[in-house]
């Protein structure tokens, strides 16, 4: 008898997909809603996958949200310390650094709010864990960035963990203010055009400030 509805995946080689999909889901919900909430029963019907896989998969919806995390964090390590072991001038990795923060948050909006709920909200050891996986090898990458650049010359001496809270401030406090946007601006949402001209504005005011 045939059925119908979301569907539970029965054979192995579906399950990294069903994963994906859920993580990618959940992603998309948060995305379009401005929000780090969901609703099980939202993310079945985006996934087309039943709801009971979520604990087959992440234990619970926090597990999921970690999951996402990973998935989102993981990549930004991954490229920033790509980036610095790049041979370029410092001043040009920042420029690239900054620009990339700026996208990333354009298309992961809720990225900085969901970080900041599961450290806040996870026990002890995963928020250790969040810690030293994603948060201090940025900072650490912070450092050494800003350290290149003061002894060649090109960056004033600046405090590497305030130059972190600018960066990522930048770029959350723009795209986690879509309401100022529509009730001041009378636009419903960020484009493409605004996000490359919000990347140049941030790049331009924020290097002025730490060039010599």
Avoid at 52 to 59: D, I, P, R, T
Avoid at 91 to 105: F, P, Q, S
Avoid at 114 to 138: F, G, Q, T
């Amino acid at each position: 008898m045939a059925t119908t509805g979301p569907k539970l995946v029965s054979e192995a080689g579906d399950n990294a997909k069903a994963r994906d999909q859920l993580i990618e889901a959940a992603s998309q919900i948060m995305r379009e809603g401005d929000t780090i909430d969901l609703s099980l029963s939202e993310l079945s019907l985006r996934a087309g996958l039943n709801s009971a896989l979520v604990k087959y998969y992440f234990g619970n919806k926090n597990g999921l949200m970690l999951a996402l995390l990973d998935r989102d964090m993981g990549n930004i390590v991954f490229s920033l310390g790509a980036l610095l072991a790049k041979d370029m001038p410092p001043e040009d990795k920042l420029r690239i650094h900054i620009g990339a923060v700026i996208d990333t948050y354009y298309a992961f909006p809720y990225l900085n709010r969901l970080l900041m709920r599961m450290v806040r909200d996870s026990a002890p050891a995963e928020a250790a864990r969040i810690a030293d996986l994603y948060l201090k090898p940025i900072s650490k990458v912070y450092d050494a960035l800003i350290a290149e650049g003061v002894k060649a010359g090109k960056f004033r001496k600046i405090d590497p963990q305030f130059f972190y809270f600018t960066v990522t401030g930048a770029a959350d406090r723009f795209y986690s203010s879509r309401l100022v946007l529509r009730h001041c601006y009378n636009q419903d949402d960020f484009n493409e055009n605004m996000r490359d001209a919000y990347r140049e504005h941030s790049i331009d005011l924020i290097m002025r400030g730490l060039l010599v």
